[in-house]
């Protein structure tokens, strides 16, 4: 599998076209465009804050020589409304991402989603070689959630970034046949935002509150701990009593403390 970089060289430039939109290059006209973005508090609310002077001036120079980066224009008025990227992932090599900002104006249109989905398209059938594509959004960012889940993209891993919990997103089905090492990667990332979801779903506030540091814990809470096995998604404890009385205390197998109501019985 070549590298992103020379994947998006291969293909640059590209115009993308939807029933509303043209994605096309950015151009330095764009100028105005990009430090709108960049420094308005409703579109970087979630991505960090605005961005200084002299950052936006060095996106405003590198964003018309950058493979990948596309304006996004609506159709019937000609105006330029947001920016979307794909470029290499800094995270995970061989791996692109997806990112995207869109004026507060073009909010609640459909067009971020109508955007979106075209480039994603566009990278899926038009660099074959390009390997996986993934999206990084906030957590928190409940309407960028729903934008990619609703063109088909999934949850695969949770990280923290920027002082933020974010969800990593990659195409439902993504599967490049020619990279097995990818298909791995994603069941096991599956595999583990399936295990936090049950772990988080039972959780109490007396185990979310429970430190890492086994030394921090008093004797009581010690005492507490269910020292059984536990299922693979830490949702079944093997221990049929003892419990005290049904407050069950135990760590996920993927080191993070649980804790939920249980009964001898269950």
């Not at 109508?114 to 566009?122: H, T």
Request: glycine residues 10%; proline residues 6%; contains cysteine.
């Amino acid at each position: 599998m070549e590298s992103v970089d020379t994947a998006l060289d291969g293909v640059w430039p590209a115009q993308l076209r939807t029933d509303r939109l043209l994605l096309r290059p950015v151009t330095r006209e764009d100028g105005p465009l990009v430090s709108e973005l960049l420094t308005d508090d409703r579109v970087r609310a979630h991505l960090g804050g605005p961005v200084a002077e002299e950052r936006v001036a060095a996106r405003q120079a590198a964003y018309p020589t950058t493979a990948g980066a596309f304006t996004v224009v609506r159709v019937a008025d000609q105006r330029p409304i947001g920016l979307v990227t794909i470029g290499a992932d800094h995270r995970c090599e061989g791996r692109a991402e997806i990112s995207y900002q869109l004026l507060p104006a073009a909010w609640g249109e459909g067009l971020g989603r109508e955007a979106v989905a075209a480039a994603a398209s566009w990278w899926t059938h038009a660099v074959p070689g390009g390997g996986p594509l993934v999206a990084v959004t906030q957590k928190a960012n409940t309407a960028s959630c729903r934008m990619l889940e609703a063109i088909g993209m999934t949850v695969v891993d949770e990280l923290d970034e920027h002082g933020a919990r974010q969800f990593l997103y990659t195409p439902a089905g993504d599967s490049d046949d020619s990279d097995l090492r990818w298909l791995r990667l994603l069941a096991g990332r599956q595999d583990a935002a399936e295990r936090r979801r049950g772990a988080e779903a039972r959780a109490t506030a007396t185990g979310r509150n429970l430190p890492d540091d086994l030394g921090a814990l008093t004797p009581d809470d010690l005492a507490r701990l269910c020292p059984a096995r536990h299922g693979a998604y830490g949702r079944i404890c093997a221990r049929m009593g003892a419990h005290v009385p049904d407050l069950h205390l135990g760590r996920a197998p993927d080191g993070a403390w649980i804790a939920w109501l249980t009964t001898a019985e269950a």
